[in-house]
């Protein structure tokens, strides 16, 4: 999800870890409430989707103020967004809701990360003078097979009633590899601003 261009102006780093603290949380909430058939579970869900969706839109914005747009972040935040709103329609089968709208989210989610992997790749692969390493790709990677395992506990079932229940632990986990990505982003930029300053 990420670009490493020396913005000129702050980024908004908080937005991040808002939504990865928000990812957590739901992936707890999933965990504790997914064998629920609660509408104020869906609920819950979708408005903690919804305002992840947001941060990482709000992120986007100052990295497009910053001259540094980086369009992974707003693709995550209208999947996010799209998928906490697409919940709202299940209202009158929460748990149908869940399975199907975090199922494709899963897949959405595992696709917009392979492509963020391989663009990232090819980036440092390109720029492999410049001191990054391949952690960022790893870390995209990594998230990309936790959508997939969101979507097939969701789609495939294997644990049965407790499928929805252990798809929770997919989300939190992205949530906790949202914040080492955040950190190793932050420690590229710096870098990045390190060799303009010297050049």
């Known amino acids: 999800m990420a670009s490493t261009t020396a913005p000129t102006k702050p980024l908004a780093w908080q937005s991040l870890y808002i939504r990865a603290g928000l990812l957590i949380i739901a992936g707890v909430a999933l965990f ?36 540094t747009p980086d369009y992974w972040f707003l693709i995550a935040g209208l999947l996010d967004i799209a998928v906490g709103v697409g919940l709202l329609f299940y209202l009158g089968n929460p748990a149908r809701g869940i399975a199907n709208m975090f199922g494709a989210w899963g897949v959405l989610v595992a696709i917009t990360q392979a492509v ?8 440092v692969k390109d720029n492999s003078e410049s001191g990054q390493d391949f952690t960022v790709v790893i ?23 407790q499928s929805n229940q252990f798809s929770g632990l997919f989300p939190l986990a992205m949530g906790i590899v949202s914040i080492l990505l955040i950190r190793r982003l932050k420690v590229d930029i710096e870098l990045d601003q390190s060799q303009q300053a010297e050049s």
């Open 116 to 123: 963020a992997a391989m663009y990232t790749f090819l980036g």
């Open 32 to 67: 504790f409430t997914g064998n629920s058939k609660s509408v104020l579970s869906l609920g819950a869900l979708s408005a903690l989707l919804l305002l992840s969706g947001l941060s990482a839109h709000r992120f986007w914005r100052s990295s497009s103020r910053a001259n």
């Open 139 to 161: 870390l995209h990677f990594v998230t990309a097979l936790l959508g997939g395992g969101i979507a097939f506990m969701l789609v495939q079932r294997p644990a049965a009633e």
